[in-house]
Each structure stands twice: as C-alpha cells, then as structure tokens.
C-alpha cells in the first residue's frame, strides 16, 4: 500500500521568502510522486513530478522538488514566495505503470503575508 | 477548450434524492477516474476506468454507480443521497500510465440538505 504525510497543513510565509511544503511517503514499488496545486473553487493543477531520473525536478511558477529515497521524502520548495502562490498544495503517490490511481497526502494550505 | 468538464459544477438537493453529475474529457487520454473530497480537503479516489471498464472501486457505497459510455465520458450517479454524501467531486483523466499528468476537472461541489 501507498501513503503520503504533508507536515504542517498549514504554512505561512512572508513575500519574498522561501517556501517549503513538506512531503514524506511509503510505497513498497518504486513510487511516481507529484505535486498538485488547488487554488480556491477550482480543480487540481499539476505543478510537477518525479518518476526516473533525476532527482531534482523543476515545475511550473518557479517550484522545484527533490525525491530523497533515502529519506522517503519528495519536500517542495519555491525560493521567493509571491502572493499568487497562496493556495493548498498536493502531494501525491502512484505506483509504476499500471498503477491506476493517485494517494494523495491531506494537503497544506500556504499563506503568503504582504 | 476545456480539457475535463463536469456538470453541473453546484448541486444541492435533498436527501433521499438521486442525482448524476456528468464529466468529459477531450485529450484523448484512455482512463478516467472519480475522487472525492471531503470537507477537510482530504482527496481519496472512488473509481477509475480504462477504455470503458472498470478498474478501481475503492469501498464505494453501492449507492454510487459510475458509467463509461465511451473512453471520452465518465459519469457518476448516486442513488438515495446522505448527508454524509456532501463534499466536492472531481473528475480526472489520464493516460493509462500515470507517469503523465492526470487532468482534473473544475469540481462538483454536492450539498445534501
């Protein structure tokens, strides 16, 4: 079975800092992992994903992540927050092809201060 | 164009009612899937289908019923609605590998009263 743990379900940062948005998961197959983001009253968007390869991925609106298997961890960080960035971040697991479905971690609200 | 449409994207209804909430995908991705998110914004799938048959049921009451009349459509009907059935409904498509992107619909937002 998969599962993904979002520490924190909330975080709030000033404009101009840095963001992190922590994901740990568990998965006995090697896992996909991705990053979704859910601005109010809209659907799920995605911001980017790991399946092989390098370990360091580049999203969209200047978001990256990094897959860690040592740690189990896939965090999500954008160097300069900015106010359009306040939303609720996704984090998700699928197994390899085939896999059929997305677990997806509770979600962590991310407030951006002016 | 929208990618993933569902309609209608509010209902509100009575209890005991039955309702369909009816989605589209024009990407020509081969699978689609329902999710559910709860009040907590917690997202948990309830099915997914691949070229019209059925994958995934994830424990779904039976009241739940999804048809796939073609690789391009999934709908969901729900039977005797709960209160306990409110929450935000999405649809999503993608292809069979979910190495790529899956596609999520605008949401149905489903109020039993």
């Known amino acids: 079975a998969q599962s993904v743990t979002q520490l924190g379900s909330h975080v709030s940062v000033s404009e101009g800092a840095l963001v992190l948005l922590r994901c740990n998961y568990s998965s006995s197959v090697p896992p996909y992992l991705f990053w979704y983001v859910q601005y109010p009253n809209q659907g799920l968007q995605l911001l980017l994903k790991?399946?092989?390869?390098?370990?360091l991925v580049k999203g969209i609106n200047g978001f990256e992540a990094e897959f860690k298997k040592s740690e189990t961890s896939f965090h999500l960080t954008k160097p300069s927050a900015h106010m359009s960035d306040a939303a609720e971040y996704f984090c998700?697991?699928?197994?390899?092809?085939?896999?059929?479905?997305?677990?997806f971690g509770q979600g962590t609200r991310l407030t951006i201060n002016p | 164009d929208t990618a993933v449409s569902q309609t209608p994207k509010y209902l509100v209804t009575q209890m005991g009612n039955d309702k369909s909430i009816k989605c589209e995908q024009n990407l020509g991705h081969d699978t689609m899937y329902w999710y559910k998110q709860d009040s907590k914004k917690f997202l948990k799938i309830m099915f997914s289908y691949n070229n019209k048959e059925l994958i995934i049921n994830e424990t779904v009451p039976n009241r739940f019923s999804p048809k796939s009349p073609d690789k391009a459509h999934l709908n969901l009907h729900i039977n005797s609605l709960e209160l306990g059935d409110s929450a935000v409904y999405f649809c999503a498509s993608s292809l069979r590998d979910l190495g790529t992107e899956a596609f999520f619909g605008q949401g149905t937002r489903l109020t039993v009263v």
């Open positions: 998700a697991v699928s197994g390899p092809q085939g896999a059929q479905k997305l677990v």
């Open positions: 790991y399946t092989t390869g390098a370990t």
